[in-house]
T-cell receptor
Framework: GAVVSQHPSWVICKSGTSVKIECRSL??????MFWYRQFPKQSLMLMAT?????????EQGVEKDKFLINHASLTLSTLTVTSAHPEDSSFYIC???????????FGPGTRLLVL | AQSVTQLDSHVSVSEGTPVLLRCNYS??????LFWYVQHPNKGLQLLLK????ATLVKGINGFEAEFKKSETSFHLTKPSAHMSDAAEYFC???????????????WGLGTSLAVNP
């Protein structure tokens, strides 16, 4: 149980385009989802926390207009990187937990390369 | 404030020998601590967690960790390394609950474990 999926696993796009990444909890209802960014050989950096049906809470330094997060249902959250630039190239990871269980379950990640 | 320090960025062991990955934490209250493993091109997997129950926590794949309050440590161990254990390991401490009843995870920088044949 507690499986989280992400789609796509890999995306390559041109500079200036927008990219949407989906995060789904497959076998549980995720009241909260988290979006992280991981640079090569580094730890995870929390970008934002989203609760179903409400606006995401962004960490300091993360541009909310650049990284749009939607958590419209208890099993799906999306991260849209708008007008992507090469510096947005990174590994994006989502995680989810249910209301009663604070353990976060992680998706496999999405590797974004902006040319 | 909570913080976590992984004392070794890289550990190399021979197959069949013990593994020790060190982690120290700082917390102003009783912490919840986790170890996650990240294999190349795979998602993060929870190895084990400590949430104020037994101080010796057993996890998956033969790993265990001992919470030592006096030493503010939560080292990860395994008696005998396997080739498949080669991965990146993260020690994590959970922060306080926020207004949304969520806890922010505070991550260590990771320890890369290499297992030599």
């Amino acid at each position: 149980g507690a499986v989280v999926s992400q789609h796509p696993s890999w995306v390559i796009c041109k500079s200036g385009t927008s990219v949407k990444i989906e995060c789904r909890s497959l076998d549980f209802q995720a009241t909260t989802m988290f979006w992280y960014r991981q640079f090569p050989k580094q730890s995870l950096m929390l970008m934002a926390t989203s609760n179903e049906g409400s606006k995401a809470t962004y960490e300091q330094g993360v541009e909310k207009d650049k990284f749009l997060i939607n958590h419209a249902s208890l099993t799906l959250s999306t991260l849209t990187v708008t007008s992507a630039h090469p510096e947005d190239s990174s590994f994006y990871i989502c995680s989810a937990n249910s209301g009663r269980v604070q353990t976060q379950y992680f998706g496999p990640g999405t590797r974004l390369l902006v040319l | 404030a909570q913080s976590v320090t992984q004392l070794d960025s890289h550990v190399s062991v021979s197959e069949g020998t013990p593994v020790l990955l060190r982690c120290n934490y700082s917390s102003s209250y009783s912490p919840s601590l986790f170890w996650y493993v990240q294999h190349p091109n795979k998602g993060l997997q929870l190895l084990l967690k400590y949430t104020s129950a037994a101080t010796l926590v057993k996890g998956i794949n033969g790993f265990e960790a001992e919470f030592k309050k006096s030493e503010t440590s939560f080292h990860l161990t395994k008696p005998s390394a396997h080739m498949s254990d080669a991965a990146e390991y993260f020690c994590v401490v959970a922060g306080r609950y926020n207004a949304g009843n969520n806890r922010k995870l505070i991550w260590g920088l990771g320890t890369s474990l290499a297992v030599n044949p």
